[in-house]
């Protein structure tokens, strides 16, 4: 009886503890908010991405029957094939928020130059040939729903789709074109029909392909060979009248555990700016969480033998060169010595209005390296760096490098009589500047992906730092061509036009 209560009580501590933590918010890592400039700027690089689209795509056949009185015959079939819209324009394009709702496009008094080959059969005769088509009083209106799936990719819905084509003009070519022009009016508005009732249909099916490329999002990205970053909405897009917010986890794991960071985001809010496209908010949960996963995978233990340290370190600076004289006076060592510098805790991220610092708590070993022998600890010493991390954007990443500001160094009690610890604050910390702070920053120079479309690149980047978070303002720019196609798939390297996807391996 009693075995079978404390199981009870068991299953009953455990549901409480999912109750618990499902119903716990979950709160962004990053924001990435654009604003109306944005769209308006979407709408410019726009026209180059469909001019690229409408060139690769095989639009639909158009094909139909007829039954034109003026030719006193029961029918004519005819097919249009091969397709090709040659040129374009929309000069009156428009995007606009539509609060807790989408995006509303609006195209008005658009045109189309189309050419295709043709093929006509009646119970009378049958014919092929080529046509040019020119459309004109193009109109379409159409509100893009942005929305998550259960994996965190983003997706498209199209709502209250209506789109039409005022007037066609169909000039036929070909050994009888004299004969067909002189009935091409009449045809007109059958085309013209059959085609309007395609357009919401095409429109919607490239909604679709784009909701393809982006279940295949890689929303989970390998860093390098200790993290990996969750890039995954965490809910449905927060849309304004000014601008939309996309909410997203922005958390490291260790590569080989996926298990969040034993402490919880907390809530930042992004202030109300519009002179740039777009604004990222970094919270310090982000950093911290990359701290915690790099600490967990080792990433901050360093380990520096004799050749090492003089084919690295003393190169770099002379006063290194004497600093590790000064250590070989101490000992008077007559074989070669390791240093380790190994991380005891993560370390702290700090952010402050125009401050951000990273405070280190590591522990300082140098030991003997006997053939021999197994290495013999010389002297170990816990000390506390405090650095300041610089920030910059550098392509589509965001580039932090470290400099020592000031650190505290501890002696176990045994070893202060032996040791001045003044004397050594000064050998660790020529160590720190010259020999460990340069490999850290030399690592951190591959940044960290920050999120954006395929051939959109950052410019006007500025950097603040904030109350709890960092907050990248932007503009975009659109490159029309590429050198490389690497084939990583990940958020800066989304292709939604052309169905391809292109990218760069993980460092």
């Not at 917010?245 to 960071?261: C, H, I, Q, S």
């Not at 050749?307 to 008077?332: D, P, T, V, W």
Request: charged content about 15%; overall charge negative; proline content about 6%.
């Amino acid at each position: 009886m009693c075995t079978k209560m404390v199981q009870v009580l068991w299953g009953c501590f455990l549901l409480w503890n999912l109750y618990i933590s499902s119903a716990q918010t979950i709160y962004p890592g990053i924001k990435a908010r654009a604003t109306q400039r944005a769209l308006d700027y979407g709408i410019q690089a726009g026209m180059e991405m469909i001019e690229q689209m409408v060139k690769e795509r095989n639009i639909q056949d158009l094909k139909g029957s007829e039954s034109p009185e003026f030719l006193k015959i029961y029918y004519v079939n005819y097919h249009f094939i091969n397709i090709k819209i040659n040129a374009f324009a929309l000069p009156n394009t428009s995007l606009a928020f539509v609060p807790g709702v989408g995006i509303r496009a609006l195209i008005n008094h658009g045109t189309a130059n189309i050419s295709t080959d043709w093929e006509i059969k009646s119970p009378l005769f049958q014919d092929t040939g080529g046509a040019d088509l020119f459309l004109s009083g193009v109109y379409f209106t159409g509100i893009v729903v942005l929305a998550q799936d259960d994996f965190g990719h983003p997706i498209l819905k199209l709502q209250d789709c209506y789109a039409q084509v005022s007037h066609n003009d169909i000039s036929f070519s070909g050994e009888l074109s004299v004969l067909y022009n002189s009935f091409a009016e009449p045809m007109e508005k059958p085309i013209l029909k059959n085609l309007n009732k395609m357009l919401c249909p095409i429109i919607t099916s490239e909604v679709e392909a784009v909701n393809a490329n982006l279940s295949r999002l890689e929303v989970l990205r390998k860093i390098d060979n200790y993290t990996l970053l969750d890039y995954s909405l965490i809910s449905s897009p927060e849309i304004t009248e000014n601008y939309i917010d996309l909410n997203l986890k922005g958390v490291f794991y260790p590569l080989e555990n996926l298990t969040d960071p034993p402490f919880s985001s907390v809530p930042f809010v992004l202030p109300e700016h519009n002179d740039s496209m777009i604004y990222i908010g970094i919270s310090e949960y982000f950093f911290k969480s990359a701290s915690y996963a790099y600490f967990t995978a080792g990433a901050f233990n360093v380990t520096l033998t004799t050749e090492e340290i003089f084919s690295h370190l003393i190169r770099n600076s002379q006063g290194l060169g004497n600093m590790l004289s000064r250590i070989a006076e101490l000992y008077i060592l007559s074989q070669p010595f390791m240093v380790q510098v190994l991380a005891t805790q993560p370390p702290v991220v700090n952010l402050l209005p125009g401050n951000f610092t990273l405070d280190i708590p590591a522990s300082f070993v140098i030991l003997t390296q006997s053939k021999n022998s197994t290495a013999e600890t010389i002297v170990s010493m816990d000390f506390v760096a405090s650095t300041n991390v610089a920030l910059a954007i550098l392509g589509q990443r965001l580039i932090c490098s470290l400099s020592l500001n000031r650190f505290h160094l501890s002696l176990p009690e045994s070893s202060r009589s032996n040791v001045e610890v003044l004397r050594f604050e000064n050998i660790l910390s020529s160590i720190l500047h010259f020999g460990v702070l340069p490999l850290a920053n030399a690592k951190l120079q591959q940044g960290f992906p920050l999120p954006n479309p395929h051939k959109i690149s950052f410019v006007n980047s500025d950097i603040e730092v904030l109350e709890g978070f960092l907050l990248i303002s932007t503009d975009l720019k659109y490159k029309t061509s590429l050198k490389q196609q690497p084939s990583f798939h990940g958020w800066e390297v989304l292709n939604l036009i052309s169905g391809q996807w292109r990218g760069k391996p993980a460092p």
